[in-house]
């Protein structure tokens, strides 16, 4: 094959692939290319590694069905990095091993009053580690963009300074993987990873409450960064003062810096910001129906941009042109489903009456298989179909810990599983807590 007759081959897998996944279609498809095809198997070279990334986590099936369509034949694909001709950069350097998402950059971030100073403060921090605001506090609201701007703020810290060792991660994981080094004995390679870094970045901060412990580790490793000039960065729901038994010690040191906080956008910002999604997805919507999105979902982003999403799926579905109209419908079912909010005293409710249980028989600490698996069933679904913590969950179960609501969601995952009689149980209960009628 020529190299023209592959790369013709590959504008229509890409055409073909984006129309099999338009929700997962993203402008910088265009910047992709072929690194090796031998009709057996395709190469695909990205930008970098967060494209690679992103296209190895959503992409990998939508590729290979449509390559398999176009060509007539399976063919495998792999995303590689591909920076100038004949030269890959080796995707097991420290440099790859942060995950940041390819969407989450500074210049896909709609700046508005409501986030002015986190984004200005972001921008600062990246531009000169540890000697602007450190710590770096950013509070806010589910979903209004918090984790969008930590993954900016490494992306261009890596791009002005490919050696600076950066550590990204939210605090369940800092949690879970000082938990794990204690177990394994390894709590020096944990301290290791930890405090010698240039920047540590911890997302969702509010989780370290309770957990006395990984507080005090936490405690020292901030020092130790603090006290090297080491930038530190964190996100949390609330503000230092209102995370729940935090240690007084960590609450000051949190202040020490800058603590700023992002409201719910402006209309105007939120108009911006379909405008803004839609472009990387290489959509072009009117200001008419920006405007009707960004009138509908008000409170948070994400939702925001779901349901763009849904107006873009319902449209390539349809074959359908995006018109005020579409969107109106497209919207109604979403708006519905978002209104029907699923809480976790429906579930009880769902679970105790198909048991025949009371609910302060779920609260209470009798660990009887009558009682223990309704109630590893209500944390199961709280964790399925709700956005509830793992903390919040074990609270509503007689305040259990993390681990024990862990443990019950992996046990019953797994049961479903193995068990098509639990499977089929967990789906009915599914149906009819979301088919519950609501006031
Ligand atoms: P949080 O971490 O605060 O819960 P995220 O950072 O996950 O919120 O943001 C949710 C979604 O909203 C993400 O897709 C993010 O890209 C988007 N988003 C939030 N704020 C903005 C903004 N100002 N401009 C563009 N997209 C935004
Ligand atoms: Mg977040």
């Known amino acids: 094959m020529s190299v023209r007759e592959v790369e013709n081959i590959f504008v229509d897998i890409l055409d073909r692939a984006k129309a099999i996944d338009p929700v997962n279609t993203r402008k910088w498809f265009d910047q992709l290319n072929v690194v090796h095809f031998n009709g057996g198997s395709l190469e695909i070279g990205c930008p970098d590694e967060a494209t690679a990334q992103f296209l190895r986590d959503n992409c990998k099936s939508s590729f290979t069905r449509a390559a398999q369509q176009i060509t007539g034949h399976l063919v495998t694909i792999q995303f590689n990095v591909y920076t100038h001709k004949g030269f890959f950069k080796s995707s097991k350097s420290h440099v790859s091993e942060l995950k940041l998402h390819p969407d989450y950059t500074f210049d896909n971030f709609v700046v508005g009053p409501s986030n002015r100073l986190a984004h200005a403060s972001c921008i600062a921090v990246s531009q000169s580690l540890g000697n602007t605001y450190n710590p770096l506090f950013t509070y806010g609201n589910s979903g209004l963009g918090k984790t969008h701007l930590l993954h900016a703020v490494c992306a261009e810290t890596r791009r002005k300074s490919h050696k600076a060792i950066i550590q990204f991660l939210s605090c369940e994981d800092f949690v879970n993987r000082f938990i794990r080094a204690i177990e394994e004995g390894n709590l020096a390679g944990f301290q290791s990873q930890f405090r010698t870094v ?32 080491k930038q530190i960065i964190l996100s949390a729901d609330c503000p230092p003062t209102q995370i729940p038994s935090l240690e007084e010690r960590l609450i000051s040191r949190f202040n020490w810096g800058l603590v700023t906080r992002i409201d719910p956008p402006s209309h105007d910002t939120r108009v911006a910001i379909v405008q803004k999604k839609a472009h990387l997805r ?36 349809t074959g359908k042109e995006i018109t005020l109209e579409l969107a109106r419908t497209a919207l109604e ?44 069933i209500c944390m199961y679904l709280a964790r399925d179909l709700t956005k509830h913590s793992l903390e919040e969950i074990g609270g509503h179960l007689g305040g259990r810990d993390h681990t024990t609501v862990m443990h019950a969601c992996s046990k019953i995952s797994k049961a479903k599983k193995s068990d098509p009689q639990m499977n089929s149980l967990l789906n009915e209960l599914t149906k009819q807590v979301t088919q519950m009628p609501k006031a």
């Open 333 to 376: 079912g979403q708006i519905k489903a978002a209104a029907r909010h699923i809480s976790i005293t429906d579930i009880i409710e769902v679970v105790t009456t198909h048991f025949d249980v009371r609910l302060t028989d779920l609260q209470s600490k009798r660990r009887s298989q009558g009682i223990t698996e309704p109630r590893q």
């Open 282 to 317: 290489g959509l072009s919507i009117s200001d008419e129906i920006a405007e009707y999105v960004a009138r509908k979902v008000q409170a948070n982003i994400r939702e925001l941009e779901g349901a763009l999403t849904t107006i873009y799926a319902v449209a390539t579905t």
């Open 198 to 229: 240039d920047m540590l970045v911890i997302d969702d901060v509010q989780f370290l409450r309770e957990r006395e412990q990984s507080q005090e580790e936490f405690f020292h490793t901030f020092n130790a960064l603090y006290n090297n000039g």
